[in-house]
Nanobody
């Protein structure tokens, strides 16, 4: 079992900043991909940003240049620095981690989601 704990959401005015954190713990052999998704009311969940174990990043066009994803491999933690926030960024943000768990002499893939943290940007 892999457990994710998110923190850092809240209410901020347009133009402000927030930093989200997501720490993974449990049965982890390695983590390959860490990412953030978001879901606004009435909309589908969408990718915001993700980062590979080697540090390669990709972002949604809507957040490119405003958000920065990073990770601390020693702490199994991923961060999302969100600057120049807009009302359109209002959503529940979910952390996603993909990796390998030990299973006897084998490894099995896990794909875990956090519980979600609310980000609200007021105009």
């Amino acid at each position: 079992q892999v457990h994710l704990v998110e923190s850092g959401g809240g209410l901020v005015q347009a133009g402000g900043s927030l930093r989200l954190s997501c720490a993974a713990s449990g049965s982890i052999f390695s983590i390959n991909l860490m990412g953030w998704y978001r879901q606004a009311p009435g909309k589908q969940r969408e990718l915001v940003a993700r980062i590979t174990s080697g540090g390669t990043t990709n972002y949604a066009d809507s957040v490119q240049g405003r958000f920065t994803i990073s990770r601390d491999n020693a702490k199994n933690t991923v961060y999302l620095q969100m600057d120049s926030l807009k009302p359109g960024d209002t959503a529940v943000y979910y952390c996603n981690v993909v990796g390998l768990s030990p299973s006897g002499s084998y490894r099995r893939t896990f794909d875990s989601w956090g519980q979600g943290t609310q980000v609200t940007v007021s105009s």
